[in-house]
């Protein structure tokens, strides 16, 4: 497979990758969440009238937050601060699953992280798409340097999700949101094929990897076929999330709110595959172009917590 060979790039503010990452991805994951309710259209989104704000996040952005501000403080992925960060910040009511809950609470009793994640699922670990879904800044945040990117993204899902398909979703899409920031940062492109063969060169055998795979054969389909060949999260695992919302954001890598509508249209874990998608996407179109985040779209997704909302974002765009 190959592998992603770097060009170098002009300096760019890696902080300023990381939290336009966390904009697609938390505008996504809130845009994505509204479609759970009656009455929303799709194709109003599509001619430019999105549902009425504020939209509100959930466990994917409150769990991306923490990674943020993690990278942002310390420059890397401490396994036990980012455990300790998740269980003192989480909010049930932000939609995490059961799973997720019942580990948070016991690391948040004192419980070790490892002993938690790793008796999850009668000791199977999980491979939820929960550590997938909040990694894609990590991998904008590292964009020069693809090996940091995965090692990174491992010690990031592991302390959540010790399964190996669960690990695997999250260096899939740390690895995509990587590419995708460092296209932008030297201006190149590549299709979507090219893309995902990629993101393919830098992961380990198993589901997850065959389900990118089988996306990258179905390159050029249309989303309903995408999404009925490869899943669409309604499963909540990374084998059934992480292949289509990388077939999307390879496939729309240039326009984000196609990218987003896609994986609306695709139905299913509608905010988690937005989220996905959406950092990704993000960190090559970034929020202050034509075809990146919408401004009102911003406007209208619920601001995010005080902890992260504080960190500078002047920064030099590529």
């Given at each position: 497979m190959t592998r992603w060979k770097w060009r170098s790039t002009p300096a760019i503010d890696r902080v300023g990758l990381m939290l336009d990452s966390l904009d697609g991805l938390s505008v996504g994951d809130a845009l994505g969440a509204q479609f759970f309710i009656m009455g929303r259209s799709l194709s109003s989104l599509r001619s430019g009238n999105p549902p009425l704000g504020p939209w509100d996040w959930t466990d994917d952005t409150e769990m991306a937050c923490s990674v943020v501000a993690q990278l942002h403080r310390y420059q890397e992925i401490d396994q036990d601060r980012l455990a300790a960060g998740f269980a003192r910040r989480f909010s049930p009511e932000r939609d995490y699953g059961h799973a997720t809950v019942t580990t948070l609470r016991r690391i948040r009793d004192g419980k070790p992280w490892k002993e938690t994640a790793g008796a999850a699922f009668e000791g199977q670990g999980s491979?939820?798409?929960?550590?997938a879904m909040r990694v894609a800044p990590l991998g904008a945040y590292f964009y020069d340097d693809p090996q940091r990117v995965v090692t990174e993204a491992i010690r990031s899902a592991q302390v959540t999700h010790?399964?190996?398909?669960?690990?695997?979703?999250?260096?899939?899409?740390?690895?995509?949101?990587?590419?995708?920031?460092?296209?932008?940062?030297?201006?190149n492109s590549c299709t979507p094929t090219e893309f995902l063969t990629t993101?393919?060169?830098?992961?380990?055998p198993g589901e997850t990897t065959h389900g990118i795979g089988?996306?990258?054969a179905l390159v050029g389909t249309t989303v309903a076929e995408a999404a009925h060949e490869l899943g669409n999260g309604s499963r909540v695992k990374a084998q059934d999330t992480v292949p289509f919302a990388l077939w999307a954001a390879a496939t729309y890598l240039d326009d984000y709110p196609a990218a987003v509508a896609a994986c609306?249209?695709?139905?299913?874990?509608?905010d988690t595959t937005c989220a996905i998608t959406g950092g990704i996407v993000a960190a090559y179109t970034g929020t202050a172009t034509e075809t990146g985040v919408p401004q009102n779209w911003l406007a209208a997704r619920e601001p995010l917590p005080a902890w992260v909302a504080t960190i500078d974002r002047s920064r030099r765009r590529p």
């Open positions: 491979c939820g798409n929960g550590a010790m399964n190996h398909e669960g690990v695997s979703g999250a260096v899939a899409v740390a690895v995509a949101a990587g590419q995708a920031a460092h296209l932008r940062g030297t201006r993101v393919l060169g830098h992961l380990e089988r996306a990258r609306i249209e695709a139905d299913g874990d509608i």
